[in-house]
């Protein structure tokens, strides 16, 4: 089993749709967690750390439930900018775990 | 954050031949991580370089095929040996600048070997 899951997508909403991602991670020992934004023939950038008591910057939302192992990301208000694939990534004992990232398409 | 400069940035190679690809830190960082990333594919990490000892690798990974160094605090190569069409990937190299800030990222070398 992966370490970390993701629903590879595609995802194609218009803009000014909400949209979430969910992951799932298989280690209950994962210490934390982020969601990465890579655009296309580049590479990967940090978007935003999920804490346990979620956070939110701006449009985007990450929670984090141990609980049932999965975290999410919401992007409200999407613009054609947000067009790109979200990593979602689980951090163990110093190594980072990718999952194979969701895919995103705003269209006008 | 910490700023990665990475070089090549692409490169055609012919099989049987190496590609040294460069990372440079304009910080000190303790650990700095390689990572393979395969068409459609998310992230694979090969090895983990610290300076002063050897690389630690992952599974699948050898270090004849992918001799690393870390010669000091901000400065890592990899080398990816005896090229063949399947190494054709994107290689990244990146640092955590501190504990629980995520990773920082290299722009990323894409190997083609024909």
């Known amino acids: 089993r992966k370490e970390v899951e993701q629903d590879p997508g595609p995802f194609n909403v218009p803009e000014g749709a909400t949209v979430a991602f969910n992951c799932t991670y298989s280690?209950?020992?994962?210490?934390?967690f982020f969601w990465y934004r890579q655009d296309c023939r580049k590479e990967p950038k940090l978007l935003m750390s999920v804490y346990s008591s979620g956070n939110e910057d701006g449009r985007f939302t990450a929670q984090l439930n141990r609980a049932s192992q999965y975290i999410s990301l919401l992007i409200r208000d999407s613009k054609l900018s947000d067009s790109a694939t979200y990593l979602c990534v689980a951090r163990v004992v110093g190594q980072f775990y990718f999952g194979t990232g969701t895919s995103l398409t705003v269209i006008p | 954050s910490a700023v990665i400069s990475q070089k090549p940035s692409r490169d055609i190679c012919q099989r049987g031949t190496s590609l040294t690809i460069q990372c440079q830190v304009d910080s000190q960082v303790t650990m700095m991580f390689w990572y393979r990333q395969q068409p459609g594919q998310s992230l694979t990490l090969i090895a983990t370089a610290n300076q002063g000892s050897e690389a630690t690798y992952e599974s699948g990974f050898v270090i004849d095929k992918f001799p690393i160094s870390r010669p000091n605090l901000t400065f890592s190569t990899l080398t990816v040996s005896n090229m063949s069409p399947e190494d054709s990937s994107i290689y990244l190299c990146?640092?955590?600048?501190?504990?629980?800030?995520?990773?920082?990222f290299g722009s990323g070398t894409r190997l083609t070997v024909v």
């Open positions: 990146s640092v955590e600048p501190g504990t629980g800030y995520g990773y920082t």
């Open positions: 280690n209950s020992a994962s210490q934390s």
